[in-house]
């Protein structure tokens, strides 16, 4: 059986330390949904990171 990914939104934001507990804290919450959601610094700047929600 394949798996696919399919990104729904993408954004750029301002890096905080606390940015990952939200991310868990959707994933854990809407997990059941078929969301996922990722974060990744932005390789351009590191002050912002690139927000993801997917729909697994």
Known sequence: MES???VLSTVKI???PDL???VD???RTLKH???????????DDQKKCV?????T
């Open 20 to 22: 990952y507990k939200i």
């Open 51 to 55: 927000f993801t929600i997917y729909r």
């Open 25 to 27: 804290l959707l994933n």
């Open 33 to 43: 949904e078929d969301l996922m959601f990722g974060l990744a610094l932005d390789r």
């Open 14 to 16: 301002q890096n905080t």
């Open 4 to 6: 696919k990914i399919e």
